[in-house]
């Protein structure tokens, strides 16, 4: 008779232990399905590079910062009303979750040795919301047949992105966020596996998360 009372309170135990398992899977999904705060990047072509170019170049640089955890919406060439809009949507002019980046036709002065930046974001005392990218260098590093243009851009666009969400000093000894970009790296950006790294990819998600909350009001 005893044996069969501590069966029923042992599948009790049971029960209760299974059921305590659901609930607190259940709140770890719930955890898990909070959404990170989307950036958005305004996109200027203003290298006027041929469209379909731009927009797969878009999908790369959506998809490597997706992969860190990062959800961007991407507004190409917005008009000056699409801009006061989202200005007035988010009471402010400048904010560290709304990017400006700009295709143009070259950065820098070439020189003898030097052919000038693929990128460059201006970054101050840890905050930066602008970022330039030459079209002439990503048309000199596709040439060297390792990796399409559309993929030079998209990742060159993710890698400025990092800076300014990096902040300065941001550069790497390998990865997407190495300063200058050897072959082993293009190919890794045609295979689609050159990112950020984990650490790197936390850094820009706990930079958001703070601009979130000085955001609040």
Excluded: C
């Excluded at 990047?41 to 203003?46: A, G, I, K, P, T």
């Excluded at 006027?48 to 990062?70: F, P």
């Excluded at 072959?183 to 979130?212: C, D, S, W, Y």
Aim: hydrophobic letters at 40%; charged letters at 20%; proline letters at 3%.
């Amino acid at each position: 008779m005893k044996s069969n009372i501590w069966s029923k309170s042992a599948w009790s135990v049971r029960l209760l232990l299974a059921l305590t398992g659901l609930v607190y899977e259940g709140n770890s999904q719930q955890s898990a399905e909070v959404k990170q705060p989307k950036l958005t990047v305004r996109l200027f072509n203003q290298a006027r590079t041929e469209g379909h170019l731009v927009a797969r170049a878009i999908n790369v640089a959506k998809r490597i910062l997706n992969e860190s955890g990062i959800e961007t919406e991407w507004l190409a060439n917005p008009s000056k009303l699409d801009i006061e809009q989202r200005v007035k949507q988010d009471r402010q002019a400048i904010s560290p979750l709304q990017l400006t980046l700009r295709i143009v036709p070259q950065l820098g002065v070439q020189t003898t040795g030097f052919r000038g930046p693929l990128g460059f974001a201006a970054v101050d005392q840890g905050v930066g919301v602008h970022a330039s990218i030459s079209y002439r260098r990503v048309l000199e590093t596709a040439k060297t047949k390792v990796v399409e243009a559309h993929q030079v851009l998209g990742h060159a666009m993710a890698h400025e992105i990092g800076h300014l969400l990096l902040g300065a000093n941001s550069h790497s000894a390998d990865g997407i966020m190495r300063s200058q970009w050897r072959k082993a790296e293009l190919r890794k950006a045609e295979l689609g596996v050159l990112g950020f790294t984990p650490h790197q990819a936390e850094q820009m998600r706990l930079h958001i998360r703070r601009n979130v909350q000085s955001e609040a009001p």
